[in-house]
């Protein structure tokens, strides 16, 4: 059989290698595992729109491919498969998993809360697959983990996520999942409070007696006496940002607190207050609101929709412009000795900026915050798709990428890239020739006349050259198309 790996992001070479071993481990197969290498497949002269994993030698496994999609709501990184066929919708993948780079050191929330949603919404049209959370920590990790890393990962411990690629220093602090749910809700309000002005995460617990309104905002009920029924579970939480529903920490922080609260046991109400919301914020598309429908979580004083929650988690890949730059970025990896500094590619992670000594660095959001802060927006420092380094030829490019009908926008946007070059690219690479060029997914067309278009991958799978197309690229598609036709 083969194994099969969608994802949504760019594939990175460590990533696939270690879900790859763990799926040998889990399955108990013998394997020979090399650098691995991850290759366009390209048939008659087009690309296939799939990716061959080369350097796993294991008799169980006949072919290794990698295809790009999308989900159509909160999806994980990383579906993985083990069939003879191509999968669809409707089967049952082997794992889930959800890749970071990001630690306590950069932020407390993204790297645990921010993920919980994706575990919570995936076990609703996938409950028996295997769920991990992996860590690609490429900075030096904090020394001892926030309360909040370690409240979020044994939120994940509950819900069945396995932690993989964290090195915990836990001084005797407990990662076990929770047990019952007066120690969950204990171990929430003992927390360290955000600063005066914020709306604290908190947990209040009402009994048949007790109603949760008349308990004053920074009381909080942490035993109910035996012979008291909790009729009701009120969570604290601010959800709204820039006037919408987007509070993405908020967001993944209850998602988790209210499917563990599910998943220990109780069945009576669950209720956000001081949410800051109206009416005209709930829509019936926010992963939020999708998360609420199928864990019932009410908002205080609003109405939530009944919704139908989609019937397919995801779908292929056809329309994005990621398809282009992903291609580009993994055919200059493997067939010339280029290799990306940076990658911010549509609907994937945002990487860091690469420097010659191997060091990672996350670039700045702004030129200048404080004028950004204050509404303009043309403060923010704009980065480029994709930043790649032709070693040979001595030349960086930095990449827009596009779909074929936005060409005109990405023309614009190639301007927009002098902070980015003069703060981080002549500072590390300043003997280096910079070269900025558009790369396009879409449409039939075969020929481009514009000379800032560098590549075109049409919808076809057809590979086209711009007229002033970066030497690595010629150089990588030429050695791609002899791989695949050697004479």
């Given at each position: 059989?083969?194994?099969?790996?969608?994802?949504?992001?760019?594939?990175?070479?460590?990533?696939?290698?270690?879900?790859?071993?763990?799926?040998?481990?889990?399955?108990?197969?013998?394997?020979?595992?090399?650098?691995?290498?991850?290759?366009?497949?390209?048939?008659?002269?087009?690309?296939?729109?799939?990716?061959?994993?080369?350097?796993?030698?294991?008799?169980?496994?006949?072919?290794?491919?990698?295809?790009?999609?999308?989900?159509?709501?909160?999806?994980?990184?990383?579906?993985?498969?083990?069939?003879?066929?191509?999968?669809?919708?409707?089967?049952?993948?082997?794992?889930?998993?959800?890749?970071?780079?990001?630690?306590?050191?950069?932020?407390?929330?993204?790297?645990?809360?921010?993920?919980?949603?994706?575990?919570?919404?995936?076990?609703?049209?996938?409950?028996?697959?295997?769920?991990?959370?992996?860590?690609?920590?490429?900075?030096?990790?904090?020394?001892?983990p926030t309360q909040t890393s370690i409240f979020g990962t044994r939120i994940l411990q509950t819900l069945g996520v396995e932690i993989v690629g964290k090195n915990?220093?836990?001084?005797?602090?407990?990662?076990?999942?929770?047990?019952?749910?007066?120690?969950?809700?204990?171990?929430?309000?003992?927390?360290?409070?955000?600063?005066?002005?914020?709306?604290?995460?908190?947990?209040?617990?009402?009994?048949?007696?007790?109603?949760?309104?008349?308990?004053?905002?920074?009381?909080?009920?942490?035993?109910?006496?035996?012979?008291?029924?909790?009729?009701?579970?009120?969570?604290?939480?601010?959800?709204?940002?820039?006037?919408?529903?987007?509070?993405?920490?908020?967001?993944?922080?209850?998602?988790?607190?209210?499917?563990?609260?599910?998943?220990?046991?109780?069945?009576?109400?669950?209720?956000?207050?001081?949410?800051?919301?109206?009416?005209?914020?709930?829509?019936?598309?926010?992963?939020?609101?999708?998360?609420?429908?199928?864990?019932?979580?009410?908002?205080?004083?609003?109405?939530?929709?009944?919704?139908?929650?989609?019937?397919?988690?995801?779908?292929?890949?056809?329309?994005?412009?990621?398809?282009?730059?992903?291609?580009?970025?993994?055919?200059?990896?493997?067939?010339?000795?280029?290799?990306?500094?940076?990658?911010?590619?549509?609907?994937?992670?945002?990487?860091?900026?690469?420097?010659?000594?191997?060091?990672?660095?996350?670039?700045?959001?702004?030129?200048?915050?404080?004028?950004?802060?204050?509404?303009?927006?043309?403060?923010?420092?704009?980065?480029?798709?994709?930043?790649?380094?032709?070693?040979?030829?001595?030349?960086?490019?930095?990449?827009?990428?596009?779909?074929?009908?936005?060409?005109?926008?990405?023309?614009?946007?190639?301007?927009?890239?002098?902070?980015?070059?003069?703060?981080?690219?002549?500072?590390?690479?300043?003997?280096?020739?910079?070269?900025?060029?558009?790369?396009?997914?879409?449409?039939?067309?075969?020929?481009?006349?514009?000379?800032?278009?560098?590549?075109?991958?049409?919808?076809?799978?057809?590979?086209?050259?711009?007229?002033?197309?970066?030497?690595?690229?010629?150089?990588?598609?030429?050695?791609?198309?002899?791989?695949?036709?050697?004479?």
């Amino acid at each position: 059989m083969n194994l099969y790996v969608l994802t949504e992001e760019r594939p990175k070479e460590e990533v696939i290698k270690e879900i790859i071993q763990i799926f040998l481990h889990d399955k108990g197969y013998c394997a020979f595992v090399d650098s691995l290498k991850i290759i366009p497949i390209i048939k008659n002269g087009l690309f296939c729109f799939y990716y061959e994993i080369l350097g796993i030698s294991c008799k169980s496994i006949e072919k290794i491919y990698l295809k790009i999609v999308s989900g159509n709501s909160s999806f994980v990184d990383y579906l993985v498969y083990f069939q003879d066929k191509e999968p669809n919708t409707s089967d049952m993948p082997l794992y889930a998993i959800e890749e970071t780079k990001t630690d306590d050191s950069e932020s407390r929330n993204t790297g645990v809360y921010q993920r919980i949603t994706k575990f919570v919404y995936i076990s609703h049209f996938y409950p028996n697959t295997k769920k991990i959370m992996l860590y690609n920590i490429k900075v030096k990790q904090k020394e001892k983990p926030t309360q909040t890393s370690i409240f979020g990962t044994r939120i994940l411990q509950t819900l069945g996520v396995e932690i993989v690629g964290k090195n915990f220093n836990l001084n005797g602090t407990s990662l076990k999942p929770f047990s019952d749910i007066k120690e969950f809700i204990e171990s929430k309000n003992v927390m360290r409070k955000p600063p005066k002005g914020n709306v604290p995460i908190t947990i209040k617990v009402c009994d048949s007696e007790i109603s949760c309104d008349s308990i004053p905002r920074d009381t909080h009920i942490y035993t109910i006496p035996e012979n008291k029924e909790i009729t009701k579970i009120q969570i604290s939480a601010r959800l709204i940002k820039n006037n919408h529903l987007a509070h993405d920490p908020n967001i993944g922080a209850l998602s988790g607190i209210c499917a563990t609260l599910r998943k220990l046991g109780f069945d009576k109400k669950i209720e956000i207050i001081s949410h800051g919301l109206e009416q005209k914020h709930i829509g019936n598309n926010n992963k939020f609101i999708q998360i609420a429908n199928l864990l019932d979580i009410s908002l205080q004083g609003l109405k939530i929709p009944k919704i139908k929650i989609n019937k397919q988690y995801w779908h292929y890949e056809t329309n994005s412009e990621k398809l282009a730059t992903i291609f580009i970025h993994l055919a200059v990896t493997y067939f010339s000795k280029g290799y990306g500094i940076f990658e911010n590619h549509a609907g994937c992670e945002k990487g860091y900026f690469l420097t010659p000594n191997g060091e990672h660095i996350a670039l700045e959001k702004y030129e200048n915050k404080e004028a950004y802060k204050s509404g303009d927006k043309n403060a923010i420092a704009f980065i480029p798709d994709l930043i790649l380094l032709d070693v040979e030829h001595l030349e960086i490019i930095n990449i827009e990428g596009k779909k074929y009908d936005n060409k005109a926008q990405g023309l614009k946007e190639l301007q927009n890239y002098d902070f980015i070059e003069q703060a981080y690219i002549k500072k590390y690479y300043p003997q280096y020739t910079i070269i900025r060029t558009l790369v396009l997914y879409g449409s039939n067309e075969e020929h481009i006349v514009e000379i800032e278009v560098g590549f075109l991958l049409n919808a076809k799978g057809r590979m086209i050259l711009g007229i002033k197309a970066p030497k690595v690229f010629i150089q990588s598609l030429s050695n791609l198309i002899a791989f695949w036709n050697p004479k």
